[in-house]
């Protein structure tokens, strides 16, 4: 019978406060038969436009383009939330964040994360054999039970939250700029607007902080070769794998190559994407290489791009948002128009995912875990509510639709967080709250309250420009079913088991190498 060994030693050595794991991640076993692998690769702020398969004009995702040749393409594919925490716990719950209780993000300071009654995808699997690791940006909670060797990954390596959200001695690229961690005994700078705290960003390896602060400019390179080392070692070890991996691409701060460095001296965010290009493409190579017969490899993102970070932000492609954009705010990340939702998708296993298909099912973040689940054999949890979907069939060319109706929560632009106050009905969307998350501009768009909602086909109207005549016969015949579509999921949380997250604060809950020195810097090794 195939077994597996990963010992975590919690040796009784403290180093400046810091409890520090000695890990041995050794392997043995027997040929693991036909369970399938996972790698699950989650892009950060990427637009929808940014894919090249998608949109003509990009150029720099040629390894994303040779899997979406390879693979299939989802072009009506769409995050759980338009915002970081929420969007991630979606994809590990199956669930939306009225039932899972993650409504907004989690800070440095944050003394809880997913709620603990929440079952990941990463502990069914565990639980049914499978060796599972996560690379990348977790945000989900750090602090004690919720860092993500306590929720279902045997390995981490990462940051535990977005990569802004400490200072650096490397900043990059970000709008503002924001300056570098204080050095020695030098006094606090002065925090630029939307700048984190002199604490610096934390780079982890399970429980064990290993860089403090993170150097930016070396951090896809180390994400691409501790993702390809956990992927060879789980091959040989017997069992079936989960690999997550949470790509710091394409949120700021961007990577500091200087553009004239690049090809042509290309703008930062073109370099970005290139290098994300690359680091994706280092994963597929290394999947096709130990299991690419028996691996599904599934690429997306956790919402749209930044539109505030102005150059710096990614494309929309179509889906422009013109109702708000005329109104003023940004109709991306943090808001429920295309923009904010709408996410590269694409799905590659050979020999089981048709090559170089295009397909227009309507489908969601929230369907990973139950399509997982049901290719790996697991069972779902119980006593709880699910609104993914198992889209195996869709995978595999074997159907063509995924989802009637999906509801898109309120995620900071307009609306209480979490709300449920967007609804798409096959192809048509209502919007019974309206509001734009900041632009570039600077501009705020405000928040509207729609009695009779806005109701937008986006099948004419992909840039969501002008809403249905609300004294027309179409409209009188799709508001009462998205009424009722509304009202019928409404029903069914308030008779589920939900859970309630912890936003309480801490600041001594802060990931800190040594706070005795500044910025909680690890001393050299």
Not at 140 to 169: A, E, I, K, W
Not at 363 to 379: E, K, M, R
Not at 502 to 525: E, G, K, L, T
Request: aromatic share 8%.
């Amino acid at each position: 019978m195939a077994w597996l060994s990963l010992k975590v030693w919690l040796v009784g050595l403290s180093f400046l406060g810091c409890l520090y794991p000695l890990v041995d991640f050794s392997f043995s076993g027997e040929t693991r038969g036909q369970k399938p692998n996972f790698v699950i690769i989650l892009a950060d702020d990427m637009g929808w436009g940014d894919l090249g398969a998608n949109w003509a004009g990009t150029k720099d995702t040629a390894n994303l383009d040779r899997m979406a040749a390879e693979g299939t393409r989802f072009v009506d594919f769409h995050a759980a939330a338009s915002t970081c925490s929420p969007s991630r716990a979606a994809l590990l719950t199956g669930r939306l964040g009225l039932r899972n209780g993650v409504t907004h993000n989690f800070a440095v300071t944050s003394v809880g994360g997913l709620p603990l009654n929440e079952t990941t995808l990463a502990e069914v699997l565990r639980g049914a054999g499978y060796v599972t690791g996560m690379i990348g940006k977790w945000h989900l909670g750090h602090h004690g039970s919720h860092h993500p060797n306590f929720r279902g990954f045997d390995y981490y390596f990462g940051v535990p939250y977005s990569h802004d959200m400490g200072c650096t001695d490397t900043p990059g690229y970000n709008h503002p700029p924001c300056p570098a961690c204080p050095r020695g005994d030098r006094p606090s700078r002065n925090l630029e607007r939307d700048c984190y705290s002199d604490v610096a960003l934390p780079l982890y390896e399970n429980l064990n902080i290993v860089e403090q602060p993170v150097n930016l400019s070396a951090l896809a390179q180390k994400y691409a070769e501790k993702a390809t080392q956990f992927i060879q070692q789980a091959s040989t070890s017997g069992r079936p794998f989960l690999l997550y991996v949470g790509l710091a691409h394409m949120h700021v701060p961007l990577a500091g190559t200087p553009p004239s460095a690049g090809p042509r001296g290309r703008r930062p965010y073109s370099a970005g994407l290139r290098e994300m290009d690359h680091l994706v493409g280092r994963i597929k190579d290394t999947v096709d290489l130990v299991g690419k017969n028996n691996t599904f490899l599934w690429f997306t993102g956790d919402n749209g791009p930044w539109a505030q970070k102005c150059e710096l932000a990614g494309s929309v492609g179509p889906f422009t948002g013109s109702w708000q954009a005329r109104r003023g705010g940004s109709p991306a990340k943090q808001t429920t128009w295309e923009g904010g939702h709408r996410v590269p998708a694409l799905a590659y296993w050979p020999g089981r995912v048709p090559v170089n298909v295009t397909s227009a099912a309507l489908l969601s973040v929230l369907d990973i875990f139950p399509t997982v689940l049901a290719l790996a054999g697991a069972p779902l949890p119980q006593g709880r509510r699910f609104d993914g979907l198992d889209v195996s069939q869709v995978l595999f060319g074997q159907a063509q639709t995924g989802h009637r109706v999906l509801f898109h929560p309120n995620s900071g632009a307009a609306g209480e967080d979490g709300a449920l106050q967007t609804v798409r009905l096959e192809q048509y969307k209502a919007f019974y709250v309206t509001g734009g998350a900041r632009a570039c501009d600077g501009s705020v768009g405000p928040e509207r309250h729609h009695e009779r909602p806005l109701i937008f086909d986006l099948e004419a109207d992909l840039a969501e420009a002008a809403p249905l005549d609300r004294g027309g016969a179409e409209y009188r015949a799709v508001l009462p079913r998205v009424a009722a579509a509304l009202a019928g999921v409404l029903a069914d949380i308030a008779r589920d088991r939900v859970s309630r997250a912890d936003y309480s604060q801490d600041p001594s809950v802060r990931p800190c190498c040594d706070p005795r020195r500044p910025a909680c810097r690890c001393r050299a090794a």
